[in-house]
T-cell receptor, first 114, second 110 residues
C-alpha cells in the first residue's frame, strides 16, 4: 500500500503559467481533500470530493479547479498562477466507512510562483 | 460554523518537563484527531478520539476528549527533544470535512 501519493514534490512556476498537481490514493477511499499550507500557518481546505464525479469548494477555492473521474485520482489544477499561490499543497483521503474516520495525508507539493 | 482553537500557539519547554496543549471547539462533535507535523514534512496521525471520555496514550503523549466541555487535551510527559514538532487537532463537523486548529509549535530544549 503506497497510501496517498503526490507529484511533483517541488515546482517553480512563472506568474500566469498553469499546472496540475497530481494526487492518487490506493486505499479505495471515497473522500479526498486538497489543502494548502502557507509558511508557519495551519491548513486551509481548497476543494474536496466525497466520491467520483462529486466535488465541492472548501475555504479557499479561487484560482483552483479539481476533477474526480475515478476513486483513486483527485488532480488539482492551477490556472494563471499568482505569487499568492506559493504554498505547500497537501492531498488527503479518508474512508467513507463510518467506523473509520481517520484522514491520511500525502507528502505534499512545494510550489513557488515567481 | 465550527471553529477550532488551540493554545498555546507556541510552546518552548525544557526536557523532562510536563505540559498540556488544549484544543477547544465550538459545536457538538464526538470525533477529534491529533496530528503531528515535523518541519518540511506532511501530517502524521497521532490519535483518533471517537467518544466522550476517550483517552489514548502513545509513549510520552496522552490525548483525551471531553465532548461536553468541547475540549481535548494533549499531555506531554517528561518532554524530550524528539517531540519538537507542530501539533494540530482536528474536529469532525456535521459536514464531510475536518476542521483543523491553528497548530501548536512545540520546541523542546535541553
Amino acid at each position: 500500500n503506497a497510501g496517498v501519493t503526490q507529484t511533483p514534490k517541488f515546482r517553480i512556476l512563472k506568474i500566469g503559467q498553469s499546472m496540475t498537481l497530481q494526487c492518487t490514493q490506493d486505499m479505495n477511499h471515497n473522500y479526498m481533500y486538497w489543502y494548502r499550507q502557507d509558511p508557519g500557518m495551519g491548513l486551509k481546505l481548497i476543494y474536496y470530493s466525497v466520491g467520483a464525479g462529486i466535488t465541492d469548494k472548501g475555504e479557499v477555492p479561487n484560482g483552483y479547479n479539481v476533477s474526480r473521474s475515478t476513486t483513486e485520482d483527485f488532480p488539482l489544477r492551477l490556472e494563471l498562477a499568482a505569487p499568492s499561490q506559493t504554498s505547500v499543497y497537501f492531498c488527503a483521503s479518508r474512508a467513507q466507512d463510518r467506523g473509520h474516520y481517520e484522514q491520511y495525508f500525502g507528502p505534499g507539493t512545494r510550489l513557488t510562483v515567481t | 460554523e465550527l471553529k477550532v482553537e488551540q493554545n498555546p500557539l507556541f510552546l518552548s519547554m525544557q526536557e523532562g518537563k510536563n505540559y498540556t496543549i488544549y484544543c477547544n471547539y465550538s459545536t457538538t462533535s464526538d470525533r477529534l484527531y491529533w496530528y503531528r507535523q515535523d518541519p518540511g514534512k506532511s501530517l502524521e496521525s497521532l490519535f483518533v478520539l471517537l467518544s466522550n471520555g476517550a483517552v489514548k496514550q502513545e509513549g510520552r503523549l496522552m490525548a483525551s476528549l471531553d465532548t461536553k466541555a468541547r475540549l481535548s487535551t494533549l499531555h506531554i510527559t517528561a518532554a524530550v527533544h524528539d517531540l519538537s514538532a507542530t501539533y494540530f487537532c482536528a474536529v469532525d463537523g456535521s459536514t464531510d470535512k475536518l476542521i483543523f486548529g491553528t497548530g501548536t509549535r512545540l520546541q523542546v530544549f535541553p
